[in-house]
């Protein structure tokens, strides 16, 4: 039976740390508005998570005509852009991140944002002095729920599947971290329901960074697997 503590954490980025899952749902609601593709925006939002060519897939299905999805991802990624200088933490996500260090794990930002995304994510988080390594969208092939972005933060941060757990917000983090068999803790801070993430086979589910860190002493971050 195993009885080691995880040695870090993985934390995905949007949506869980710093408040932009409803951005990104008006941004992709008005860039599809734009082409004359509208999707309503709660069906946008059930999206969020996965990269922009599943997102796409999804929304649009994958008889689509793909001429148009250059065009839908540069008029997203403009629309999103203007919020970068008022993207806003989570409650108390630096402090959680601060604490996950204190205790000794490792921090490991596991996100498929662009690497000008990721810069402004991390301007708005403030916490670059405890955070061990960061990944991005040139990480990885496939974006979630395929895990391939797991995999880059774990070999880029020397850790192991055995020794961590990831963070995130929608079903697509739970997915993601169940290929490799990585316990998940689901928050709800994205907008995704405490059942949907449970269902989707998050081992704790909590509000936001302030209530994991509330309890984090009790959390699956700190107890033995």
């Given amino acids: 039976m195993a009885t080691e503590r995880p040695a870090g954490v993985l934390f995905d980025v949007d949506g869980t740390l710093v408040d932009t899952t409803y951005l990104h749902t008006v941004s992709w609601w008005e860039a599809l508005r734009q082409t004359e593709q509208p999707v309503p925006m709660a069906v946008v939002h059930r999206s969020i998570g996965m990269g922009s060519d599943k997102l796409l897939d999804h ?6 005509d793909r001429d148009a999805d250059s065009k839908l991802r540069d008029a997203h990624d403009t629309l999103y852009a203007e919020y970068w200088e008022r ?46 390594t960061v990944t991005s969208s040139a990480d990885a092939q496939q974006s979630k729920p395929a895990p391939d972005i797991l995999v880059a933060a774990l070999e880029q941060s020397g850790l192991t599947a055995e020794r961590v757990v990831f963070v995130g917000d929608s079903v697509w983090d739970v997915a993601a971290a169940g290929a490799l ?45």
Avoid: F, K, M, W
Wanted: contains cysteine; negative net charge; charged residues 25%.
């Fill in 59 to 64: 929304l649009l299905g994958p008889e689509r």
């Fill in 87 to 132: 993207l806003t933490p989570l409650p108390r996500a630096a402090d959680l991140l601060r604490a996950c260090a204190e205790r000794g794990l490792r921090v490991v930002l596991a996100t498929s944002a662009s690497e000008p995304e990721v810069a402004a994510l991390r301007q708005a988080l403030a916490a670059d002095d405890v955070i061990d």
């Fill in 181 to 225: 068999n990585i316990p998940c803790v689901g928050l709800t801070c994205g907008g995704t329901s405490r059942g949907e993430l449970a269902g989707a086979g998050a081992v704790a589910v909590y509000d936001d960074p302030a209530a994991l860190l509330h309890e984090l002493a009790d959390s699956p971050l700190t107890r033995p697997r």
